[in-house]
């Protein structure tokens, strides 16, 4: 498990491109037969990906980091399937996770294993701490309600589904959804917005191998731009703004952790203040 520290607003204008890369970005997620995580200091937020191989289970394990005997004593998790199918077992029970379809797992839940179908068969971690326990619940993609929003004209004509939140999935604190783009739209999140009482992370899949994701962070009159490609993610502490236009359409990931659940508590920048 990699560490990530908080940074401060006025530390970002002095990082140069391997700075910001280093701090916010994370690239080495899905590697054949690991689990990978990062711990950030931001809201204590670990995020992760599980790329386990048909036949050869992966067993998420504490770290030292965490300083558990198991790695959701004092958490709680989602998993999303960004590629293939799968099955997770969480404490001997088999749930079944089709592409893009979710699973919440409750703290306390002490074996967690991930089960390949097909051999690119790719699950996204997030994991944020927890002060209760919720059952575990499975929310499939083609199932929860869609939120449509943004315009063909403005380029960021985009579906928005709700996995973990208030009225879907109940957790402690942990919120998290999927984005898809329209084919031709290329913003998410535009005009963007910052929320001082939560992080909130990105993980960018679906994206051609060949293309890019210009994603900004910063604080709004103050901003800086991070290339990302298919699948990796950002991390966007509570005073960045986190946004970005890609060079095709893709979907990604969004997923937060901190003082409230509430989706609309944001704070709205509007595009003439941006600089």
């Known amino acids: 498990m990699q560490t990530r520290h908080s940074t401060h607003p006025a530390q970002l204008p002095g990082f140069d491109t391997d700075g910001l890369r280093q701090h916010y970005l994370v690239d080495d997620f899905f590697v054949p037969g690991e689990i990978r995580t990062v711990y950030t200091h931001e809201d204590r937020i670990v995020l992760g990906g599980a790329t386990p191989k048909p036949g050869e289970p992966l067993r998420l394990e504490s770290a030292s980091p965490l300083r558990s005997q198991y790695f959701l004593e004092r958490r709680e998790l989602a998993v999303v399937a960004i590629r293939g199918t ?90 998290l959804g999927v984005t898809s783009l329209a084919p031709g739209s290329v913003w998410n999140t535009m005009p963007p917005h910052t929320h001082d009482r939560r992080t909130e992370c990105y993980l960018y899949f679906d994206l051609p191998e060949d293309h890019r994701v210009i994603h900004l962070c910063g604080e709004p009159q103050n901003t800086r731009n991070i290339v990302v490609r298919n699948e990796e993610a950002v991390i966007s502490p509570s005073w960045s703004v986190h946004s970005g236009a890609g060079t095709h359409s893709y979907t990604f990931v969004w997923a937060m952790g901190g003082e409230n659940q509430a989706y609309d508590d944001m704070d709205q920048v509007a595009v003439t203040e941006l600089r």
């Open 86 to 175: 799968g099955t997770i077992t969480v404490d001997g029970t088999r749930h079944e996770l089709g592409t893009r379809d979710c699973l919440y797992v409750g703290q306390g839940s002490q074996d967690v294993e991930f089960h390949a179908t097909d051999e690119d068969t790719r699950f996204y971690l997030f994991s944020t701490p927890s002060h209760a326990s919720y059952p575990t619940s499975v929310a499939r993609y083609d199932e929860v309600d869609v939120m449509n929003a943004g315009d063909q004209s403005t380029a960021n004509r985009r579906e928005i589904r709700k996995f973990v939140h208030a009225d879907g999935i109940r957790s402690s604190q942990l919120v």
